[in-house]
């Protein structure tokens, strides 16, 4: 299976002495040819995390054939995470895949805000979602 990961990249925030705040997502795109328009604009949300006040850091992986996009975020806390989700730029960025859209999963989770979450940790997160 071809696959892309985009390492834990650390945003501008530093951790606090209090939990994280962990963010996975799984985005699932109707066809194949929505693919590259998907990959470009979670590139360009990646960017605006890593600016983000409150954010951690952020990582990406894909599996373009499978049509699947997964990120992981982490902020210092729920605050700032939100205020990033309702940002014009994330918006925009939502507004504009909505109509490619098979599917989305989100969970989140309280965490150690001097480790970066971990792919697998993630995963299991997302599969209880699904049950």
Do not use: K, Y
Request: overall charge positive; aromatic content about 10%.
């Amino acid at each position: 299976m071809l696959s892309l990961t985009l390492p834990w990249t650390p945003g501008p925030a530093r951790p606090a002495a209090r939990p994280a705040v962990v963010m996975a997502s799984e985005f699932r795109v109707r066809r194949l040819w929505h693919v590259p328009g998907f990959l470009r604009q979670s590139l360009e949300v990646r960017r605006q995390t890593r600016r983000a006040p409150g954010a951690l850091g952020i990582a990406l992986r894909t599996a373009p054939f499978r049509r699947t996009f997964w990120v992981l975020s982490g902020w210092t806390d729920r605050e700032a995470l939100d205020a990033f989700v309702r940002s014009p730029a994330h918006r925009r960025a939502m507004t504009a895949l909505r109509p490619t859209m098979a599917s989305s999963l989100f969970t989140d989770w309280e965490a150690d805000p001097t480790a970066a979450p971990d792919w697998a940790g993630a995963a299991d997160r997302l599969a209880a979602q699904r049950r």
